[in-house]
């Protein structure tokens, strides 16, 4: 899977390139992670907006869109941006519904966000959907000198218990792009396999039920004889009526 995502090319689109006539899938994304790690600084960034310095805790929840191309379909993420404070933590639940992607976000200054991520990982299994991808990044890489958790910590974490793992700053952009590329990317070639299985159960489907069809029509010869020839049965002796 992963050289097959490697060897695609996604292009980001801005609301104004969409086509009209462009055949559009949509994905939903979720991103959940502890307060303050930066999950409302990601959405921002990664659907244009600028970055703010000020602490503005989201309440309740939020969602923003992506575009890109891909081949020739535009793929759009809507991305719901969930409230990291405990209190929220019931209306978070409802958000993973439908979910293809759930991005756990932790602040690489921040050791405490990074020691929650085995809890993280535990609500993000119990409510998620089966089908539903688990990707892990990091936030502030920026503020390199304030680092609490090493890139290799992170990298870790990710290779045992989620898909991929980014480092990124919603300061600079770092990362950010590059990661909803390849969301897009991961989920863009999950539904083409997706159809490519739909299409052989049903060309499955097709044969079992012509073989079902012929070897109902068919009429079973009688077994052998000793000596190899068909035995033919002669009919049964019509039943006498007569009276008693
Ligand atoms: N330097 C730097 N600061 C960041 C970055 N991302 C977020 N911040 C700051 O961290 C604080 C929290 O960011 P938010 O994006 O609001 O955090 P959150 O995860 O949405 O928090 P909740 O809504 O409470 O769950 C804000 O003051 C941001 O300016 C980053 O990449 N670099
Ligand atoms: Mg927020």
């Known amino acids: 899977m992963e050289k097959e995502i490697n060897k695609l090319k996604a292009t980001p689109l801005r609301k104004d390139e969409e086509e009209e006539d462009a055949y559009c899938d949509f994905f939903k994304v979720v991103l959940v992670g502890d307060g303050n790690v930066g999950k409302s600084s990601i959405l921002r960034s990664i659907t244009g907006l600028p970055f703010i310095e000020n602490y503005d805790t989201t309440i309740g929840m939020d969602f923003g869109v992506f575009c890109m191309k891909i081949d020739d379909s535009v793929i759009k993420l809507q991305i719901w941006d969930t409230a990291g404070q405990e209190t929220f933590r019931t209306i978070t639940r409802v958000s ?24 993280w990982m535990e609500e993000i299994h119990s409510n998620k959907p089966e089908k539903c991808h688990v990707y892990l990044a990091s936030s502030k890489s920026d503020k390199e000198v304030e680092s609490e958790v090493e890139k290799e910590e ?3 974490f990710a290779k045992t218990n989620c898909q991929y793992f980014a480092e990124t700053s919603s300061k600079t952009g770092k990362g950010i792009q590059e990661l909803f590329l390849r969301i897009g990317k991961h989920l863009y070639l999950d539904k083409k396999k997706l159809s490519k299985e739909e299409l052989s159960q049903i060309e499955d489907l097709k044969s079992s039920s012509i073989l079902l069809r012929d070897s109902i029509s068919m009429k079973r ?6 000596n190899g020839s068909i035995k033919i049965s002669k009919p049964p002796a019509a039943k006498k009526s007569g009276c008693c």
């Open 96 to 119: 993973y519904r439908a979910a293809k992607c759930v991005v756990l976000v932790y602040d690489k200054t921040s050791q405490e966000s990074f020691d929650g991520l085995s809890s």
């Open 154 to 156: 992170g990298a870790q």
């Open 221 to 226: 010869p009688s077994p052998p004889t000793k």
